[in-house]
């Protein structure tokens, strides 16, 4: 499939609205995870290691922090 960069353009103008909620969604929950993890005494597990997982495992490591390394 090759594109070329006006059909790229015209592929991402539609997809924009789609992808925008998205990425909102995505910034907002790393950034409650990261707060979350920052404030609470004890983890599961090291900080530093949830705090990686958050930052670099996009969707996947803030949902994980939240089912598991949240000690309550």
Do not use: H, S
Not at 29 to 50: A, F, H, Q, S
Request: overall charge negative; aromatic content about 6%; proline content about 6%.
């Amino acid at each position: 499939m090759n594109l070329d960069l006006n059909q790229a353009i015209d592929l991402l103008r539609e997809l924009l609205p789609l992808l925008i909620p998205i990425i909102l969604i995505q910034l907002g929950l790393m950034i409650y995870c990261l707060v979350d993890v920052i404030r609470r005494e004890e983890t599961n597990g090291p900080k530093v290691l949830w705090v990686l997982l958050i930052i670099f495992v996009d969707f996947i490591g803030p949902v994980a922090y939240l089912v598991i390394g949240r000690k309550e």
